[in-house]
């Protein structure tokens, strides 16, 4: 199980946050990523092996954790970062967290 | 780009069959594995549901479809398939295909491309 917290952050533009996704058991060797959601849109990956960046992805979301307690930072919001994120563990078969929304405060 | 197109979704009674196609293009879709992945309401929860491998070799599926669900791939279409039968209520998602990042192996990992996804809806 994955249980991201907190269920939903109200912030402004500008704003620093970070999200939090929790296993229930080891993940091992930093097999999360994470995605973001935009309404009537397809998840978007953001971030894999915990930490790494995907394509095109801007410095402004970074990734850390291992072993049970994972998080996502997303250094000062753009207008366009307001969504839903969920996190996945892809170590033992596929489990996602029930997602963090993110709006507009 | 990779882009990743659905069809087939609709409405079917309890019980009844449904076949799902996903066009592939932008990338070599032989040389990557493949999944469906279900989401049963607009951002909520995310549910894997099947993999198959670049070669076909290997298939799995969640225990909540397994001997329901069947995944196929046609290799000179570019299409991926999700064949589905005895459809349940829980079924109602929409279904999207999901490309793996791993090229030439059996192992699966996680989605780096997701198409838009394709509704169905089991209910009499």
């Known amino acids: 199980v994955l249980t991201q917290s907190p269920g939903t952050l109200s912030l402004s533009p500008g704003e620093r946050t970070t999200l939090f996704c929790e296993a229930s058991?080891?993940?091992?060797?930093?097999?999360l990523a994470w995605y973001q959601q935009k309404p009537g849109q397809a998840p978007r990956l953001l971030i894999y092996?915990?930490?790494n960046r995907a394509a095109g992805i801007p410095d402004r979301f970074s990734g850390s954790g291992s072993g049970t307690d994972f998080t996502l930072t997303i250094s000062r919001l753009e207008p366009e970062d307001f969504a839903v994120y969920f996190c996945?563990?892809?170590?033992?078969?596929?489990?996602f967290g029930q997602g963090t929304r993110l709006e507009i405060k | 780009q990779v882009q990743l197109v659905e069809s087939g979704g609709g409405v079917v009674h309890p019980g009844g069959s449904l076949r799902l196609s996903c066009a592939a293009s932008?990338?070599?879709?032989?040389?990557?594995?493949m999944h469906w992945v279900r989401q049963v309401s607009p951002g909520k929860g995310l549910e894997w549901v099947a993999?198959?491998?670049?070669?076909?070799?290997?298939?799995d599926y969640a225990e909540s479809v397994k001997g329901r669900f069947t995944i196929s791939r046609d290799k000179s279409t570019n299409t991926l398939y999700l064949q589905m039968n005895s459809l349940r209520a829980e079924d109602t998602a929409v279904y999207y295909c999901?490309?793996?990042?791993?090229?030439?192996?059996?192992?699966?990992?996680?989605?780096?491309?997701w198409g838009q996804g394709t509704l169905v809806t089991v209910s009499s």
């Open positions: 999901a490309k793996d990042w791993l090229k030439w192996t059996n192992l699966k990992t996680y989605f780096d491309s």
């Open positions: 932008g990338f070599t879709f032989n040389n990557y594995g």
């Open positions: 993999f198959i491998s670049h070669d076909e070799d290997k298939k």
């Open positions: 058991q080891s993940v091992g060797s930093r097999y």
């Open positions: 092996g915990a930490s």
């Open positions: 996945l563990q892809y170590g033992r078969s596929f489990t």
